[in-house]
């Protein structure tokens, strides 16, 4: 059994609510939420501008907005995509006074600082990417509180991302008439990375005139897809469709197709709506970017009492990009998110959701 670590600040908030609770049982709720959520966010991505996207920036953004309306103390702390430095920050996270830690298991390297750590820590939440059962059950025998993870449906995005594509094709050529496709994977080991590939060959593989001809790992960067892309654009001349684990990898491959002259003759698309992907791109898949706000909204519901549990959650949030989403995409480019409270979302009063998020912008 794991040792019980308890801070002074958690002992005064405990016996501060347990007073004013038996006095006033409506009051103890103000009480707790007059103390700000002290929450620690371990980003694995860049705080800048950077070869794999500003997918992880956005989230930032996202989760920024949402803490400033719900009285969370937000740190995040910015790993830079260097697995080694994302470690160290994990370990520093442990030792801060957090009330909870938001870490993103890529390629197992979390489970393994953790696992590896002398502290341990009684709320940790997973976001986007999740160690699986097994291994939280290594962690929960450890000693640390794996409270929730939240996670994207990535099978979903790649089965759709291939959906969309083969319709922008299909207005183009006859029904019985085969074309072959071209897949720029994000890595070999990231769930997000294997569980878009699965999406895309559980699709591909029930359409018989459809045949992905090369699989390539592009690493999520836009340099090493570029790079791939002018030779396997040579090689497979005859190429409709390209299929991207994410827009950076798609932005890429769009460089090279158009300094090799084919640009006009292929359909690529990606996922993440990466700004600008709409004047690059043929398809994008998105919306998972403001998980990382539904999981401070959940947590916010969890702390209040409003539910009992968060738990492990899949959520099927990918659409396709169309004119519909513009408000929310804009927000997000141009930081426009503080036009939304998102408290509403914390007492019940609507649905955190990318339709109704988009529903409270005006442009």
């Given at each position: 059994?794991?040792?019980l670590?308890?801070?002074?600040?958690?002992?005064?908030?405990?016996?501060?609510?347990?007073?004013?609770s038996y006095?006033n049982?409506?009051?103890a709720?103000?009480?707790?939420?007059?103390?700000?959520?002290?929450?620690?966010?371990?980003?694995?991505?860049s705080?800048?501008?950077?070869?794999?996207?500003?997918?992880w920036?956005?989230?930032?953004?996202?989760?920024?907005?949402?803490?400033?309306?719900?009285?969370?103390?937000?740190?995040i702390?910015?790993?830079?995509?260097?697995?080694i430095?994302?470690?160290?920050?994990?370990?520093?996270?442990?030792?801060?006074?957090?009330?909870?830690?938001?870490?993103?298991?890529?390629?197992?390297?979390?489970?393994?600082?953790?696992?590896?750590?002398?502290?341990?820590?009684?709320?940790?939440?997973?976001?986007?990417?999740?160690?699986?059962?097994?291994?939280?059950?290594?962690?929960?025998?450890?000693?640390?509180?794996?409270?929730?993870?939240?996670?994207?449906?990535n099978?979903?995005?790649?089965?759709?991302?291939?959906?969309?594509?083969?319709?922008?094709?299909?207005?183009?050529?006859?029904?019985?008439?085969?074309?072959?496709?071209l897949?720029?994977?994000?890595?070999?080991?990231?769930?997000?990375?294997?569980?878009r590939?699965?999406?895309?060959?559980?699709?591909?593989?029930?359409?018989?005139n459809?045949?992905?001809?090369?699989?390539?790992?592009?690493?999520?960067?836009?340099q090493?897809?570029?790079?791939?892309?002018?030779?396997?654009?040579?090689?497979?001349?005859?190429?409709?469709?390209?299929?991207?684990?994410?827009?950076?990898?798609a932005?890429?491959?769009?460089q090279?197709?158009?300094?090799?002259?084919?640009?006009?003759?292929?359909?690529?698309?990606?996922?993440?709506?990466?700004?600008?992907?709409e004047?690059?791109?043929?398809?994008?898949?998105?919306?998972?970017?403001?998980?990382?706000?539904?999981?401070?909204?959940?947590?916010?519901k969890?702390?209040?009492g409003?539910?009992?549990y968060?738990?492990?959650?899949?959520?099927?949030?990918?659409?396709?990009?169309?004119s519909?989403?513009?408000?929310?995409?804009?927000?997000?480019?141009?930081?426009?998110?503080?036009?939304?409270?998102?408290?509403?979302f914390?007492?019940?009063?609507?649905?955190?959701?990318?339709m109704?998020?988009?529903?409270?912008?005006?442009?």
């Open positions: 059994m794991g040792k670590t308890v801070s002074c600040r958690e002992v005064f908030v405990f016996i501060t609510l347990f007073c004013v006095l049982p409506i009051s709720v103000a009480a707790q939420d007059s103390l700000p959520l002290k929450v620690t966010f371990v980003n694995p991505g705080s800048g501008l950077n070869p794999t996207g500003n997918f920036l956005n989230v930032s953004k996202v989760m920024n907005a949402v803490a400033q309306d719900t009285n969370i103390e937000l740190t702390l910015y790993a830079e995509r260097n697995h430095l994302m470690k160290e920050l994990t370990k520093q996270a442990l030792e801060s006074d957090a009330d909870y830690l938001i870490l993103v298991d890529e390629k197992r390297v979390i489970t393994e600082a953790l696992l590896n750590s002398p502290k341990v820590h009684p709320n940790i939440l997973f976001l986007l990417n999740s160690p699986n059962q097994l291994e939280i059950n290594r962690l929960s025998a450890k000693g640390f509180g794996i409270k929730a993870a939240i996670l994207p449906d099978y979903q995005a790649g089965k759709e991302l291939a959906r969309e594509l083969v319709k922008k094709v299909q207005t183009d050529l006859s029904a019985d008439e085969s074309f072959s496709m897949a720029f994977l994000g890595d070999i080991a990231t769930n997000a990375a294997l569980e590939e699965q999406g895309l060959l559980s699709y591909t593989n029930r359409i018989s459809v045949k992905v001809v090369d699989k390539v790992d592009a690493h999520w960067s836009k090493r897809a570029h790079q791939l892309a002018r030779g396997l654009l040579r090689r497979h001349r005859n190429v409709e469709l390209i299929w991207c684990a994410n827009d950076a990898i932005f890429g491959v769009n090279a197709a158009i300094e090799l002259g084919v640009r006009d003759k292929i359909k690529i698309g990606g996922v993440n709506w990466d700004s600008g992907h004047n690059k791109l043929d398809v994008s898949i998105g919306g998972h970017v403001f998980l990382g706000g539904y999981l401070l909204i959940e947590l916010k969890y702390q209040r409003l539910v009992k968060i738990g492990t959650q899949k959520v099927a949030i990918f659409r396709p990009y169309s519909t989403f513009e408000p929310v995409y804009k927000a997000i480019h141009e930081d426009n998110l503080n036009q939304i409270d998102f408290s509403q914390v007492d019940g009063k609507k649905s955190y959701t990318i109704t998020l988009n529903k409270e912008l005006n442009f």
